[in-house]
C-alpha cells in the first residue's frame, strides 16, 4: 500500500489549496480515504474522510464550509479541498486508508496505511 499526499505550499489567510492522495496496491474503489492534521506541538487529529462510494465526512466543525474532500476513482486520488484558509489550519495533513474502515472509524490506530504528510502554512 502506498499513499503519496501532495499540494501542501504557503498561503496567505483566505486563499486556497488543494491537496492530493495517489495511492496504489489496494483497491482503492473498495476503500475510504481520511485526512488528517497535526499541527506543530497538538495531536493528530482528524479533518475529513471520503467513503468508497465518494461520499464526504467532515469530522472537524471547523472546516466545515471550507474543506471539500472527494475521490477519484479513475486516478486513483483523492482530494481535499480547502478553502478559506485560517492561520489555524496551519498543519502537516496527512491521508491514511485501511481495509473495510468506514469515514465513521475515527480511531487513528485503525487507520494501517498513511501517506507522508504535506505542509501546509497559512501566513501574510
Known amino acids: 500500500v502506498q499513499l503519496q499526499a501532495s499540494g501542501g505550499d504557503l498561503v496567505q489567510p483566505g486563499g486556497s489549496l488543494r491537496l492530493s492522495c495517489a495511492a496504489s496496491?489496494?483497491?482503492?474503489?473498495?476503500?475510504?480515504i481520511g485526512w488528517y492534521r497535526q499541527a506543530p506541538g497538538k495531536e493528530r487529529e482528524g479533518v475529513a474522510c471520503?467513503?468508497?462510494?465518494?461520499?464526504?465526512?467532515y469530522h472537524t466543525e471547523a472546516v466545515k464550509g471550507r474543506f471539500t474532500a472527494s475521490k477519484d476513482n479513475v486516478k486513483n486520488t483523492a482530494y481535499l479541498q480547502m478553502d478559506s484558509l485560517k492561520p489555524e489550519d496551519t498543519a502537516v495533513y496527512y491521508c491514511a486508508t485501511g481495509p473495510a474502515l468506514s469515514c465513521g472509524n475515527t480511531y487513528i490506530p485503525n487507520w494501517s496505511s498513511w501517506g507522508q504528510g504535506t505542509l501546509v502554512t497559512v501566513s501574510s
Open positions: 471520503v467513503s468508497a462510494g465518494g461520499t464526504p465526512m
Open positions: 496496491g489496494f483497491p482503492f474503489r473498495s476503500q475510504s
